[in-house]
């Protein structure tokens, strides 16, 4: 398997432009979760999908954040208009979600993000 | 709410030297706990995890035991490699596993 694929690995952008994060789970995990990797905040969780459907959206810094899950292979981080707090890496992750319980994450290798 | 607490990087030890990363926590229920190791340029990679108290979580010579009386997880390996050098994160799922709550993550260096 490929592991989870996110797009682009790195972004440099200007204050104000719109950015677009994507990410491919693994196929076949029905849980998506994207995070956000500051120096000062650590790992926060952002938003989480089950079966392509928002479940927890309360990590969402600001209404300039917003994410969508059209399809179980395809999710997309989106920032407008970008500020340069917002440089970070963004991490997309998925796992599967069984009657058990949730399996274990698989996290993607990362967008590293550069407003200026 | 649940909360993860590391000790502070960054750690430096020789190569062979026992490595210990403390780790405690705060929630309500029976979480599950969870080590996460990331390379630099990497994605985080779930290193070992424990699902219920005084389960042992271990991989690649690296072992942690879930301790409820002590809501502590700490990692241990008894001869790290320069390979090792990484940051570590502990982290704990709620109940339901749906949310990942990490710890501010320590950053490990091997040297020869």
């Known amino acids: 398997d490929a592991g989870v694929i996110q797009s682009p690995r790195h972004e440099v952008t200007e204050m104000g432009q719109e950015v677009t994060l994507r990410c491919k789970p693994i196929?076949?995990?029905?849980?998506l979760f994207w995070y956000r990797q500051t120096m000062m905040r650590g790992l926060e969780l952002l938003i989480y999908?089950?079966?392509?459907?928002?479940?927890?959206d309360s990590g969402m810094p600001e209404d300039r954040f917003s994410a969508k899950m059209p399809n179980a292979s395809f999710s997309t981080l989106k920032i407008q208009p970008s500020e340069p707090r917002d440089s970070a890496v963004y991490f997309c992750?998925?796992?599967?979600?069984?009657?058990?319980?949730?399996?274990?994450?698989?996290f993607g290798p990362g967008t590293r993000l550069l407003v200026l | 709410g649940d909360s993860v607490t590391q000790m502070e990087g960054p750690v430096t030890l020789s190569e062979e030297a026992f490595l210990t990363i403390n780790c405690t926590y705060t929630?309500?229920?029976?979480?599950?706990l969870f080590w996460y190791v990331q390379y630099p340029g990497e994605g985080l990679q779930l290193l070992l995890k424990?699902?219920?108290?005084?389960d042992k979580g271990s991989n690649k010579g690296f072992e942690a035991t879930y301790r409820k009386e002590t809501t502590s997880f700490h990692l241990e390996k008894g001869s790290v490699q320069v390979s090792d050098s990484a940051v570590y994160f502990c982290?704990?799922?709620?109940?339901?596993?749906?949310?990942?709550?990490f710890g501010t993550g320590t950053q490990l260096k091997v040297e020869l």
């Open positions: 992750a998925s796992s599967r979600r069984t009657s058990g319980g949730q399996e274990t994450q698989y």
């Open positions: 196929s076949g995990h029905n849980s």
């Open positions: 999908f089950n079966n392509n459907v928002p479940i927890d």
């Open positions: 929630a309500t229920g029976y979480p599950s």
């Open positions: 424990a699902t219920k108290a005084d």
């Open positions: 982290a704990l799922s709620d109940g339901g596993g749906n949310k990942l709550t």
